[in-house]
């Protein structure tokens, strides 16, 4: 029989979602949404309450990352879903797929500027910060627009979509027939590049003297370890990964250059990018760090991109797996393989260097001196034992060292401040990563990097979340010891005195304070095997620290002592 009930917009959008295998939702509630969370509570999604709108939708973001699918957030109108635009603007640059829902005030009191509660124009506002904005009207059009923004999000260059939904359209009303929900067909379409590409790539890697292949987060998102694995075995040739592709192939490789990393990218003669961007990460592709005469190879969905920062040789337009799937059988053929003195030096420079890692990690484990190192290591032994954890981070020298000394052995296990650098993200990261997939989640955190988000401690204890949170606390921004004025506190001072511990104690979880390395790992193996929020305060000296970690070239330097 049909149908014919007229259903709430806030029912079918409900439906909409649930059609296309969204069940989860992040956001904060308030007018006018707080019914339209109970109801899908109501009707079997989960509903995740934060604290902040950019935490939330950091989670959302973080989601989508992991599974593929575009992560849903949920905000109140204007304020909240200004909080949730920093976040919803971090997953575009991210290539994060991810669907932003922000109640709306009423349109005809807005566009005549008559003032209402919390009322902007924040479908225009939206727009220059994700991929596409749609703003339903209409309680019917919410099967269209639930397809529209996961199709977008997902197509293409992945990213964020905002779904403006105005109280009216919330309380608007309309029959299932008409809403005509569905699923889109194959949302994120494979691609294939020509013969000719493929051809001009192979030529390439043949003739390679030096040839390197940097992993960046898109093809971790792309679901390509796989592929990347048999290129590597096959064709030995030296890889770097990016932060968050640490894992797609797993750090312990002996294919792996990442200890010889400046080494590797000054010397090799052909470089092949594989959903990585020359951005300022990769000193847009500029000396040093990159030599001039250096031919590139770039997999990557988006053909803007290419050329985006100096000339790309061997241009492959399409998703990376469906390009590898091309490559890998391509280069096998031709019979790629990096010759072996080139294999040779890049491990002779990577000896020399983890030789003298060795030697830091040591001495820190000896020191009655908790540092970076010793803080860090401990949460290295846990990965190494159980790869299967999820790692979140945020900071300066906290996420720099956290990249260097954390091995990473599975895809999409790490998380951090991504492509703009930014702080505030890793707890929204955390709980998505625990609640999507369930397993245990490490937050390596500076003390001024959890302040941005650090209320999101409240929400891991609501949850009950298997996070242990480690705070690196050296009292300050990049450290706490520089008051350039006498007998005041400098800019970049925080309390090193503060026992961030205790706050996850208020909310119900378990807290600990370390000062040594032996301190630090019983406190961690206890965290770890209790499965209880947990919050770690790691005391090292507030001297302790470099200015902007790894980016201190990026400071303009003023003269602090004019005449
Ligand atoms: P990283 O910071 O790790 O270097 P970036 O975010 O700079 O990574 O680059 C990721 C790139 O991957 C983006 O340019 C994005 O367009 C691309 N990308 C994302 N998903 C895919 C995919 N499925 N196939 C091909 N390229 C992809
Ligand atoms: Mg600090």
Redesign the pocket.
């Known amino acids: 029989m049909e149908d014919n009930t007229a259903y709430s917009g806030a029912d079918l959008l409900i439906d909409a979602l649930q059609a296309n295998g969204i069940n989860n939702m992040y956001g904060i509630v308030g007018i006018p949404v707080t019914d339209f969370a109970r109801l899908a509570e109501i009707k079997g999604m989960k509903f995740y309450g934060f604290r902040r709108e950019d935490a939330a939708v950091d989670a959302a973001a973080g989601a989508g990352f992991i599974t593929g699918k575009p992560g849903v957030a949920l905000t109140v109108s204007a304020p909240g879903f200004l909080n949730g635009l920093t976040a919803l603007a971090q997953a575009t640059e991210?290539?994060f797929p991810l669907i932003m829902i922000s109640g709306s005030s009423s349109r005809h009191i807005i566009d005549m500027g008559r003032g209402d509660y919390e009322g902007i124009d924040q479908y225009n506002l939206a727009k220059p910060f994700c991929k596409a904005a749609y703003r339903v009207d209409r309680a019917q059009d919410m099967g269209l627009a639930v397809a529209r923004a996961v199709r977008t999000a997902v197509s293409g260059?992945?990213g964020g979509v905002y779904l403006d939904l105005p109280a009216a359209t919330i309380s608007d009303t309309a029959t299932k027939a008409e809403a005509n929900i569905f699923e889109p067909v194959e949302p994120?379409l494979a691609q294939y590049p020509s013969d000719a590409a493929i051809n001009r790539a192979v030529s390439l890697l043949k003739n390679a003297k030096h040839p390197a292949i940097?992993i960046?987060?898109?093809?971790a998102?792309?679901r390509s370890e796989n592929e990347l694995r048999e290129l590597v075995d096959k064709t030995n040739i030296p890889f770097l990964p990016?932060?968050?592709?640490k894992g797609v192939i797993p750090d312990n490789s002996v294919h792996t250059a990442a200890s010889a990393r400046s080494f590797t990218l000054s010397n090799a003669d052909v470089i092949m990018l594989v959903?990585?961007?020359l951005?300022w990460?990769?000193s847009n592709g500029e000396a040093p760090l990159f030599n001039p005469n250096t031919k590139f190879i770039q997999?990557?969905?988006?053909a803007t991109?290419f050329d985006s920062n100096r000339k790309i040789d061997a241009p492959l337009q399409?998703?990376?797996?469906s390009?590898l799937e091309k490559l890998v059988p391509a280069a096998e053929k031709a019979g790629v393989k990096a010759p072996q003195d080139w294999l040779d030096q890049v491990k002779a420079e990577s000896d020399k260097n983890n030789a003298k890692f060795a030697k830091i990690i040591e001495a820190s484990h000896k020191s009655d001196t908790l540092g970076y190192f010793g803080a860090i290591t401990p949460i290295n032994e846990i990965l190494q034992e159980h790869p299967d954890t999820y790692i979140v981070s945020e900071g300066a020298n906290a996420l720099d060292d956290g990249r260097n000394l954390v091995g990473m052995n599975l895809p999409r296990h790490r998380l951090d401040t991504?492509?703009w650098g930014v702080m505030g993200v890793a707890l929204g990261y955390g709980i998505a990563a625990a609640v999507e997939t369930g397993r245990p989640v490490i937050a390596i955190e500076g003390d001024s990097g959890f302040g941005f988000d650090g209320m999101e401690v409240e929400t891991i204890c609501r949850y009950n979340l298997p996070i242990t949170i480690v705070i690196i606390n050296n009292g300050g921004i990049y450290n706490g010891d520089r008051n350039p004025v006498k007998d005041q506190l400098g800019p970049t001072v925080l309390s090193h005195s503060a026992r961030y511990e205790e706050i996850a104690k208020a909310f119900g979880g378990n807290g600990y304070r370390v000062n040594n390395y032996a301190e630090m790992k019983k406190a961690l193996d206890e965290a770890y095997a209790s499965k209880k929020p947990t919050v770690i305060d790691a005391q090292i000296p507030v001297s302790m620290g470099k200015e902007s970690g790894h980016i201190g070239n990026l400071n303009p330097e003023l003269d602090l002592d004019p005449a």
């Open positions: 991210n290539s260059r992945p994120a940097i960046g987060k898109g093809a998102y792309a990016m932060s968050m592709a959903g990585a961007r951005n990460m990769l997999i990557e969905i988006d991109e399409g998703d990376i797996k390009v991504g492509s």
